[in-house]
C-alpha cells in the first residue's frame, strides 16, 4: 500500500509560479517512480509528468514542457511539481500518482494505481 498526500496549490496569477508537493508513504519510495495529473472542470484526467525512481527519468505532457518541472527527493519521500509561467487553462485539480514502477518512456507510460486526494490549482487571468 502506497499513501500520497499533495500540498502546494492555491490562487495565483497568470504568469505567476506554484511548487506542488506529493509526501509518499507505505512503501520504499526511492524504488518507484511518481507522476503528476490533472482534471479541469468538466474534462478527463490528464497526464502532465512523471520522474523515475533515480530523477534523471522524466517525461512530460506536451503542453508543459519548458514550464513545468517534476522533481524527487529520496530523503523526505517526497515529490515536487515547479510550475511556472502558468495559464488560465493550467487550473484544475493536480494529482499525485504512482503505479510502483521504477521507470517509464513513451512505450511505457504511468499508468497508476495509487492517487493522492488531490489539490486545487487556479490561475486567474
Known amino acids: 500500500q502506497v499513501q500520497l498526500v499533495e500540498s502546494g496549490g492555491g490562487l495565483v496569477q497568470a504568469g505567476g509560479s506554484l511548487r506542488l508537493s506529493c509526501a509518499a508513504s507505505?512503501?520504499?519510495?526511492?524504488?518507484?517512480?511518481m507522476g503528476w495529473f490533472r482534471q479541469a472542470p468538466g474534462k478527463e484526467r490528464e497526464f502532465v509528468a512523471a520522474?523515475?525512481?533515480?530523477?534523471?527519468?522524466?517525461m512530460y505532457a506536451d503542453f508543459v514542457k519548458g514550464r513545468f518541472t517534476i522533481s524527487r527527493d529520496n530523503a523526505k519521500n517526497t515529490v515536487y511539481l515547479q510550475m511556472n509561467s502558468l495559464k488560465p487553462e493550467d487550473t484544475a485539480v493536480y494529482y499525485c500518482?504512482?503505479?510502483?514502477?521504477?521507470?517509464?518512456?513513451?512505450?511505457?507510460?504511468?499508468?497508476?494505481?495509487?492517487w493522492g486526494q488531490g489539490t486545487q490549482v487556479t490561475v486567474s487571468s
Open positions: 500518482a504512482t503505479d510502483g514502477r521504477s521507470w517509464y518512456s513513451d512505450s511505457y507510460p504511468i499508468k497508476p494505481d495509487y
Open positions: 520522474i523515475g525512481w533515480n530523477a534523471y527519468n522524466t
Open positions: 507505505g512503501r520504499t519510495f526511492s524504488s518507484y517512480g
